[in-house]
């Protein structure tokens, strides 16, 4: 517990009083309640000094020690009156008590209703007293569509703006695991905002739901400390420059303010969009891929919601033209799935298969670490979805445990393997 560092005993001889009270024969038994008492007494004259502060900035909020009272009479608070005091000797010791008039009930009552209404603060909080503390963050609920297709947003742009919208986002955290695909709908996303000399594009403070890419012109940031002390400038923004990403995550206040030195043009991008972008994308995904994982014979025996665990974790990878996806001989570590394209499997040189988008590959190096049976080659742009044998197994444990949950697929895949 703190006291207040306002809060002390005016004379020692309050404090003998104190001691003798709690002290004497036939006194309280209960300390802590006359503690409260006697605390709940300094609290009302602090209040009383405190209201009387403000109404008369000259008079001083510090409280006095001992049940007294300095204000003048007219301007007394009802339960701030002097109180009737008890003295008491009980040979040792003389017990003082406070007690007071039950006169004026009705005007306590109202007086405590109007202090409750308008509060009791005993401190002032410093300048920019929210300054460095975290605030609360939120972003809207939204639900995927249900289909496999939702309509994007499509702004026509020059393949060159494209481009530059591609190189300005590439290093940004947000868009850094993006894929193909959700890389072009964020760019086809965005729209052209136009922005005059010295017109404030974000104000910190303010609640943000824009990111902006600078297609031209150049921009200052300031950030202001507090409401005291005039915004510093932190840095500066030209062509190929972006701000504002936070907004894509949730609508907390701006942290800095973005004003324009030239005349520019912006990208921007809404929270709204790029969330529904991601969550489309994701969900789309998840459907495609717990549909792959159904016709695995390796992962049969998963139960719908490991499915989905599963179908989580994939990772998303692309093969250009004639690059191998899986070498004869190497030891494999992870399972393919084909999103898109065609690949061919050779084996000794020579062409067994031919694979196209729905298939999968390489799931035994899920099982044991065999050497690979066969290579596969991509023929035109491949993508596919992947997981390795390490990321399966902190997700749902060892293949051979699951494998085990149904003997009849367990001795055909068992049956496949070399001795």
Not at 288 to 312: G, Q, T
Request: charged residues 25%; aromatic residues 10%.
């Amino acid at each position: 517990m703190t006291i207040d560092s306002n809060f002390s005993f005016a004379e020692n001889s309050e404090y003998n009083d104190l001691l003798a009270e709690l002290h004497a024969p036939g006194g309280t038994d209960d300390v802590l309640q006359f503690c409260a008492n006697f605390f709940n007494h300094k609290l009302e004259e602090q209040r009383i000094a405190f209201r009387h502060h403000k109404a008369r900035p000259g008079l001083s909020v510090l409280t006095t020690a001992g049940p007294t009272n300095t204000l003048p009479p007219e301007e007394q608070h009802p339960l701030s009156a002097a109180p009737i005091v008890h003295h008491e000797n009980n040979g040792s010791a003389e017990r003082v008590t406070y007690s007071y008039s039950d006169d004026e009930d009705e005007d306590d009552y109202d007086e405590d209703e109007q202090m409750d209404t308008l509060g009791s603060p005993i401190s002032f909080p410093p300048a920019a007293y929210n300054g460095a503390r975290r605030v609360s963050v939120s972003a809207e609920s939204m639900t995927p569509s249900s289909g496999n297709d939702y309509p994007k947003q499509i702004i026509p742009k020059s393949e060159e703006q494209c481009e530059r919208i591609r190189v300005s986002v590439t290093n940004n955290f947000l868009f850094r695991n993006l894929d193909e695909e959700q890389y072009q709908d964020v760019v086809h996303a965005m729209a052209e905002k136009q922005v005059h000399i010295n017109e404030k594009v974000i104000e910190q403070g303010a609640v943000g739901d824009y990111f902006y890419v600078v297609e031209s012109g150049t921009f200052d940031c300031y950030i202001a400390k507090n409401e005291l002390e005039p915004p510093v400038k932190v840095t500066s923004y030209e062509a190929g420059g972006s701000f504002g990403e936070l907004a894509l995550m949730y609508n907390a206040p701006r942290a800095a303010t973005i004003v324009a030195t030239s005349e520019a043009v912006l990208w921007a991008l809404d929270r709204v969009t790029f969330r529904t972008i991601l969550m489309e994308n994701t969900s789309r995904k998840r459907r495609l891929y717990e549909s792959f994982l159904r016709d695995v014979p390796l992962l049969k025996s998963l139960e719908p919601y490991e499915r989905h665990k599963v179908a989580d974790a994939l990772e998303s990878v692309y093969f250009n033209d004639g690059e191998e996806v899986v070498v004869q001989g190497d030891i494999g570590d992870r399972f393919y799935m084909i999103e898109s394209g065609d690949a061919i499997i050779y084996k000794d040189g020579t062409e067994v298969n031919r694979l196209e988008r729905a298939a999968y590959f390489g799931e035994l190096a899920l099982l044991n670490d065999s050497p690979r049976a066969a290579t596969v080659v991509a023929q035109g742009r491949l993508k596919c979805a992947t997981l390795g044998k390490k990321a399966f197994t902190r997700l749902l444990g060892p293949v051979l445990d699951i494998l085990k949950r149904n003997s009849e697929n367990y001795h055909a895949i068992i049956s496949q393997q070399p001795a």
